[in-house]
């Protein structure tokens, strides 16, 4: 399906429309790019006729959106999306809008601010508390008191979550762990004397 728009003449895909249920063919007038051209024209006047202050973006190349909290182009592909906007895109960059989800995550459930975070990140190297991967992105908390305990990689993190939080069977899980690596270590001793009994080497080892 296709559809002409009044504004630049052009015939366009009718993905290149926004949505717009009151009309018959479910499209909006105009095309997307039409659409905002049109939406930054009024939304400058008004400003002008406010006496506010207004961006110039229009050198932001085709195919790019200016981003207010990172303050640069980003590319549309990257950027998030929201049906209920003219342009089909929300207020910010899905860089910035995980960013801020994620400060605002941290401060509802363990009360630690961004810079908080970032310092206890700083105190760790950047590292996993338990097994050193770089970048780990779960914070850690005691179950019972709720108090924080250390950033962690997911599986670290999932790790403990599945044992419970319960030290006595992480100390049991090594112990098998451990315990079976030297059961199948003696095993391969005992069939390497078998192989020898008199504990000479092969011909290949003795080249």
Request: aromatic fraction near 8%; hydrophobic fraction near 30%; glycine fraction near 8%.
């Amino acid at each position: 399906m296709s559809k002409r728009c009044p504004s630049c003449g052009r015939t366009k895909a009718a993905a290149e429309f926004g949505r717009n249920k009151a009309r018959e063919d479910g499209l909006s007038f105009y095309c997307l790019s039409c659409n905002r051209a049109r939406n930054n024209a009024w939304y400058r006047a008004k400003r002008r006729f406010e006496g506010r202050e207004t961006r110039d973006h229009s050198w932001v190349p085709e195919g790019f959106r200016w981003c207010p909290s990172c303050q640069q182009p980003v590319a549309h592909e990257d950027y998030t999306r929201n049906r209920r906007t003219a342009s089909g895109f929300g207020s910010w960059c899905r860089t910035c809008k995980n960013a801020a989800s994620s400060e605002a995550y941290f401060a509802r459930a363990h009360g630690l601010t961004k810079a908080q975070i970032a310092e206890l990140r700083a105190q760790q190297l950047n590292r996993c508390a338990i097994c050193g991967d770089a970048e780990p992105q779960h914070l850690d908390h005691d179950h019972d008191s709720g108090k924080t305990r250390a950033l962690l990689c997911q599986r670290c993190n999932h790790g403990l979550g599945l044992f419970r939080d319960e030290p006595g069977l992480l100390h049991a899980a090594a112990l098998y762990v451990t315990g079976h690596r030297q059961q199948h270590a003696s095993e391969s001793l005992k069939a390497a004397c078998a192989e020898n009994p008199d504990g000479s080497a092969g011909a290949s080892d003795r080249r």
